[in-house]
């Protein structure tokens, strides 16, 4: 009998509690202790929380220590095509045999308890960590903060929140206030915080708390600023003016989250510390797909006539439509094209809005094999009280297909987002 693979453990691990989430860290704690406490032996850890940024920042971080020597490792979540995505060892996806081995590992020693998907899985990611060889992690939350996961690690080097915006509210509560109370749960006593440009709201939730725990923050616009330039960022921190390449990332919003990166790694310890020449590679190498992200080759960008281009980015969310709206807005006039999927637990109104007054055509599709896809008719409906007319397809090939038909041969340029689940089926199609 052949061995099962990890796709085929996975879905076993998602039928162990009857909650896709169910915010708590006793079932964490339990695992951990049965598995000999892995999260106490990982490399130093970067942790970070956020609505927005947190895989930008992410990655500028793992840049510039990988740039100066060092072997970092990654927790990302959600994957965008295959789960190995989630577990970076030294900047590399875990390769199938390690994984499968670590999954049967934990499922073996949860024993059929009820434990969630992302629990178990944050589980054996910590086993990982602690045994393959590193001198940094990398720690994304996966949502909110103070019951995530990932929120077991008692003294990371140091924390990071990037900005909050409202998303999540059913779990996270419906105000930014409450959201960043969560998101401030990361925070440690005497670990520094290196807090992103935050809504004042936002910000005085995350004082209060590190108020509470003698947590040194490190604020934006308080005690560090950057200034964004065409060809260069600009980064005061400690009396100290960093200057520094453009963000390799595109946008102007990936400006603070290269910024926020570079304060963070100031405060490393000496001996993870980058110099200048690391971080200015972190800043100018970092990569992240699905944000933002050029499509070259596949069945979409088969069909562009010379000089049209193709994007993808995940970004689902209120803000992440603005960050959008804003890059738009840097580039030369040309026709925009929208083709929009969206899960039904987000805002599609909120999402549309600054979008479509930027598009000349939008198109709504459905997200292949996602129980959870808004359905293309609804979309259109909200885009219709927003005063846009929008068309519909069976499928964003398909909808490419008749946006070049019912075009002119003018050069333009087709936007594909609304979803990260959507911009993982995308990437999967185009390689």
């Given at each position: 009998?052949?061995?099962?693979?990890?796709?085929?453990?996975?879905?076993?691990?998602?039928?162990?509690?009857?909650?896709?989430?169910?915010?708590?860290?006793?079932?964490?704690?339990?695992?951990?202790?049965?598995?000999?406490?892995?999260?106490?032996?990982?490399?130093?850890?970067?942790?970070?929380?956020?609505?927005?940024?947190?895989?930008?920042?992410?990655?500028?971080?793992?840049?510039?220590?990988?740039?100066?020597?060092?072997?970092?490792?990654?927790?990302?979540?959600?994957?965008?095509?295959?789960?190995?995505?989630?577990?970076?060892?030294?900047?590399?996806?875990?390769?199938?045999?390690?994984?499968?081995?670590?999954?049967?590992?934990?499922?073996?020693?949860?024993?059929?308890?009820?434990?969630?998907?992302?629990?178990?899985?944050?589980?054996?990611?910590?086993?990982?960590?602690?045994?393959?060889?590193?001198?940094?992690?990398?720690?994304?939350?996966?949502?909110?903060?103070?019951?995530?996961?990932?929120?077991?690690?008692?003294?990371?080097?140091?924390?990071?929140?990037?900005?909050?915006?409202?998303?999540?509210?059913?779990?996270l509560g419906g105000t930014i206030d409450l959201i960043a109370t969560e998101k401030a749960g990361i925070l440690k006593p005497g670990v520094p915080c290196v807090v992103a440009p935050q809504d004042p709201e936002g910000l005085r939730a995350i004082e209060r708390r590190a108020a509470m725990l003698d947590t040194p923050l490190l604020v934006h616009g308080r005690d560090w600023w950057f200034e964004q330039h065409p060809e260069a960022l600009i980064v005061e921190d400690n009396g100290e003016r960093l200057e520094l390449p453009r963000p390799a990332l595109d946008g102007p919003h990936q400006y603070a989250n290269a910024a926020t990166a570079v304060v963070a790694l100031r405060r490393l310890p000496p001996k993870l510390c980058p110099g200048p020449a690391a971080l200015a590679a972190g800043v100018s190498r970092a990569s992240w797909p699905g944000r933002w992200q050029r499509?070259?080759?596949?069945?979409?960008?088969?069909?562009?006539?010379?000089?049209?281009?193709?994007?993808?980015?995940?970004?689902?969310?209120?803000?992440?439509?603005?960050?959008?709206?804003?890059?738009?807005?840097?580039?030369?006039?040309?026709?925009?094209?929208?083709v929009v999927g969206m899960l039904n637990t987000k805002d599609a109104s909120a999402f549309l809005a600054p979008l479509l007054a930027r598009a000349s055509t939008c198109t709504m599709v459905p997200i292949p094999d996602e129980p959870l896809s808004r359905p293309p008719e609804e979309l259109a409906a909200a885009a219709a009280e927003l005063g846009h007319p929008a068309r519909q397809a069976a499928h964003h090939v398909d909808a490419v297909r008749a946006i070049v038909a019912l075009s002119s041969d003018e050069p333009s340029l087709i936007l594909v987002c609304g979803s990260l689940h959507f911009a993982g089926v995308v990437l999967a199609d185009h390689g």
């Open positions: 009998m052949s061995s099962p693979s990890s796709d085929e453990i996975l879905a076993r691990l998602i039928d162990l509690h009857p909650k896709k989430i169910d915010l708590s860290l006793a079932r964490m704690e339990q695992i951990l202790a049965e598995l000999g406490h892995p999260e106490r032996k990982v490399p130093p850890v970067i942790h970070l929380a956020g609505t927005n940024g947190k895989g930008s920042t992410g990655a500028c971080i793992a840049a510039a220590l990988a740039a100066q020597g060092q072997r970092v490792h990654r927790y990302i979540s959600p994957h965008l095509v295959r789960f190995n995505e989630r577990i970076m060892l030294d900047n590399r996806p875990i390769d199938e045999a390690r994984l499968t081995e670590l999954l049967e590992e934990v499922e073996r020693i949860n024993a059929g308890r009820p434990i969630t998907f992302f629990e178990i899985t944050t589980a054996m990611a910590f086993l990982a960590f602690a045994r393959f060889p590193g001198d940094a992690l990398v720690l994304e939350v996966g949502m909110g903060g103070r019951l995530d996961a990932t929120n077991v690690v008692d003294r990371p080097a140091v924390s990071i929140i990037t900005p909050v915006f409202l998303d999540h509210e059913t779990y499509l070259w080759s596949g069945p979409m960008t088969d069909l562009l006539p010379p000089g049209w281009e193709l994007r993808l980015d995940g970004g689902h969310n209120p803000a992440a439509a603005l960050a959008l709206a804003a890059t738009l807005d840097m580039l030369p006039p040309r026709p925009l094209h929208l």
